[in-house]
């Protein structure tokens, strides 16, 4: 019995052990338990924290991020991206890359791993629209897959801008070309002028004073003829008539009087040309005021009615919806009139009959365009360049002063920040273009000048 | 209440008394669990005032008597089952008043159900510790018997004075303890 006893003893004792040992290990798990759980929190804290910095990061980065998987489909995009592309995330995913960026399954193929960039890249969006794209792209593993990051940051503004700037800058460049030889025109013009003057003065003496001594050769010559019987006068008449023979007087009067009309001509013509270079020395003058350019036209036209001959077709196409712009009438239907006259000069030198000018008026872009188009041979290649420098003309000698273009272009690129160019056009041999900015895209060209000048 | 405190009592009843007391203790507080605990389980604090009463009764010693005296054994065997607990600290008012927020804390760790009273420290100078119990099961007598193991576990001498501040619904005392020099 009392081993019994001690026997239970013994047993109770070792499961009361075996107890607290359970007890204990349990408490040892728990604690352990606890250290995880409370690492697992502060770790899924951390994550929590992470995913959401970097959710928060593509939902405000201003580029546009795609995600595009090894088979060249697009896997997923940031909220700048659904903007670029005009369609949702889940529209877009599942696209093959190439839909939206032409061209990039040669340019992946060609990438190795790693980073790469593209300096201009064309990115279509869903709408059918375009943008000019910088594009930096990476390569590799992201997490367990292998795909391609491409960071797309749209440029359109800036390339918009940068062409802006650029056509503005070559405005400026040609406006101080055109200044530097208008400085020219009028120092040349200057010290021109007084010689000419003085000539012009003498020839128009000498042609007065010819005409005395014709009426006072013919008294003589009726002396001659009165005395020509008198056998007094006889050998002295004899002596008068060999030596008139001799210069042919007559003749030698006639040839001096035709000699000084065109002394007379040239000087006036070489006047005229120093008054065009005046002219081209001073283009800002005249008033400036808002006018219909379509009116212009139609004066222009009227005006030179006269030189158009009855075989030369002259269409008209304005448009009926131009602002009115606010320019130098007097300056800007001057030149429409000498591209007319140059287009009728033109078509009477290469075509033995017929001939078309067209003249037509529409908005572009904020530019009021006026294109004057003539089929009287055009204008060689090599000739282009140089057909708005101050003095070159292909018109024969004494008939083109060489000024009319160079002027034109004055006009309208100093005078009217505008461009005139030659450009090409189905049906016509040659096409002046004149575009005129409309009052809003003037002041942005003022406002850019003045940055250029205050930069400068 | 937790587990461990009924363990306990049961070991310190068993050792004093022998197993076939403890067994006669149980029958007579007609427990509900029988007498079936764990450490790590928590029971109902009824169960203990059943027990304690019955040893009252069995033995002759006021109830608060007895909770003071399992209390201050109680402290002793935390520090032998818990000993990382106690490290760091070298002085019973250090102990005492990271009760709340250390020792608590730890406890919860292991048990996030546990329902532990509050002990705010009020005073903390290096002769005077007044710490405010707070606690719906009443045990301020196994509370002040902890404070008594725990100056001896230090063996510090100390002046133990107990205020009522509230009975109902929670037992609200403070102690004032004043160190003794040695």
Redesign the interface.
């Known amino acids: 019995m009392t081993e019994n006893i001690d026997l239970y003893?013994s047993i109770?004792a070792r499961e009361k052990a075996s107890?607290?040992e359970a007890?204990r290990l349990?408490?040892e798990k728990?604690?352990e338990l606890?250290s995880q759980q409370e690492a697992l929190e502060v770790s899924t804290a951390h994550l929590k924290k992470t995913a959401t910095l970097l959710s928060e990061i593509m939902r405000v980065a201003p580029d546009g991020v795609y995600m595009i998987s090894s088979s060249l489909k697009l896997h997923d995009c940031n909220a700048a991206a659904t903007e670029q592309l005009k369609m949702s995330r889940g529209e877009m995913c599942g696209h093959e890359a190439e839909e939206y960026f032409p061209g990039i399954t040669r340019v992946l193929a060609d990438a190795g791993d790693g980073y790469f960039s593209l300096e201009q890249f064309r990115v279509r969006s869903a709408d059918g629209s375009s943008f000019p794209a910088e594009v930096r792209g990476y390569h590799g593993p992201i997490g367990s897959e292998r795909i391609y990051l491409l960071f797309v940051h749209d440029i359109a503004k800036r390339v918009a801008s940068e062409k802006k700037r650029t056509r503005i800058e070559q405005q400026l460049d040609e406006a101080r070309r055109l200044e530097a030889i208008g400085a020219l025109s009028a120092g040349i013009a200057h010290e021109i002028n007084t010689p000419i003057q003085f000539i012009g003065d003498n020839l128009a003496f000498l042609q007065e004073a010819l005409k005395k001594i014709h009426i006072s050769w013919r008294k003589y010559e009726g002396l001659r003829s009165a005395v020509a019987q008198d056998e007094a006068y006889k050998d002295l008449v004899k002596d008068v008539d060999d030596h008139s023979k001799e210069v042919r007087l007559d003749v030698l009067v006639k040839d001096i009087f035709e000699c000084l009309q065109e002394s007379q001509e040239g000087i006036a013509q070489v006047r005229d040309i120093v008054l065009l270079m005046k002219e081209f020395s001073h283009p800002g003058s005249g008033e400036s005021d808002d006018v219909d350019i379509n009116r212009l036209i139609r004066n222009a036209l009227n005006i030179s009615k006269r030189n158009i001959d009855s075989g030369i077709i002259v269409e008209q196409d304005l448009s009926e919806n131009l602002p009115e712009l606010n320019c130098r009438q007097s300056q800007l239907q001057q030149v429409i009139l000498n591209l007319v006259l140059n287009a009728v000069d033109a078509i009477k030198d290469k075509r033995e009959e017929g001939g078309k000018i067209r003249i037509s008026t529409k908005s572009v872009d904020g530019f009021v365009q006026i294109r004057i188009s003539d089929n009287g041979g055009g204008v060689p290649q090599s000739l282009r360049q140089k057909i708005f420098d101050p003095f070159f003309t292909t018109k024969p000698v004494g008939k083109g002063t060489g000024q009319g273009l160079a002027l034109a272009k004055d006009v309208i690129v100093k005078g009217h920040s505008g461009r005139l160019t030659l450009v090409d056009e189905a049906s016509f041999d040659t096409t002046f273009l004149i575009e005129l900015p409309m009052a809003h895209v003037m002041e942005e060209i003022i406002s850019a000048e003045e940055h250029d000048v205050t930069a400068a | 209440m937790k587990g461990a405190v009924f363990t306990e009592l049961f070991d310190y009843v068993e050792d004093a008394h022998g197993p076939e007391f403890l067994q006669e203790t149980i029958d007579a507080a007609d427990l509900p669990t029988k007498g079936v605990y764990a450490t790590t389980g928590t029971y109902p604090t009824s169960e203990m005032v059943s027990l304690v009463s019955v040893l009252s009764n069995s033995s002759g010693i006021a109830v608060p008597d007895l909770l003071r005296v399992f209390g201050e054994h109680l402290f002793g065997r935390f520090t032998v089952s818990y000993p990382a607990l106690f490290e760091g600290c070298d002085d019973a008012f250090s102990f005492l008043a990271s009760v709340e927020n250390v020792i608590h804390m730890e406890v919860r760790k292991l048990y996030p159900d546990a329902e532990l009273p509050t002990f705010e420290t009020a005073v903390h100078t290096d002769t005077h510790l007044q710490l405010i119990y707070r606690s719906r099961r009443h045990m301020g007598d196994l509370c002040e018997g902890l404070i008594k193991g725990c100056l001896a576990h230090f063996e510090e001498e100390a002046v133990i004075t107990r205020t009522t501040l509230e009975e109902s619904p929670d037992s609200v005392i403070q102690f004032d303890i004043e160190k003794q020099p040695k």
């Open positions: 003893k109770a107890r607290k007890e349990l408490e728990s604690r606890f």
